[in-house]
């Protein structure tokens, strides 16, 4: 079963920029497609985006142009860039496969806040 632990999330202000991290506790290599997802106070979790074996990435037309998707293979980690962060970015961050697999264990995610 794989385990994955969130991180990188914070206070930042508007247009600002971070830079949060997945590290799964096993192998990742198998998995086709990983993704990232929020979930902002009151909404439902929501897909944001997702790297595909070969590098090809998708977006939430509400990211798109400013989050960036990337993962390290060897190191069993996916990486989200996140540049010109607005107001309503604000939410806590997940990460998981693309569809979410149902054997694994959610993460407790990372909250990001974006406030002047």
């Known amino acids: 079963q794989v385990q994955l632990v969130e991180s990188g999330g914070g206070l930042v202000q508007p247009g600002g920029s971070l830079r949060l991290s997945c590290a799964a506790s096993?192998?990742?290599?198998?998995?086709?497609?990983m993704g990232w997802y929020r979930q902002a106070p009151g909404k439902k979790r929501e897909f944001i985006a997702a790297?595909?074996?070969?590098?090809?990435?998708n977006y939430a037309d509400s990211v798109k142009g400013r989050f960036t998707i990337s993962r390290d293979i060897a190191k069993n980690t996916v990486y989200l860039q996140m540049n010109s962060l607005k107001p309503e970015d604000t939410a806590v961050y997940y990460c998981?496969?693309?569809?979410?697999?149902?054997?694994?264990?959610w993460g407790q995610g990372t909250q990001v806040t974006v406030s002047s």
């Open positions: 998981n496969a693309v569809p979410p697999r149902l054997d694994w264990v």
């Open positions: 096993g192998s990742i290599f198998s998995i086709n497609a």
């Open positions: 790297i595909i074996s070969g590098g090809i990435t």
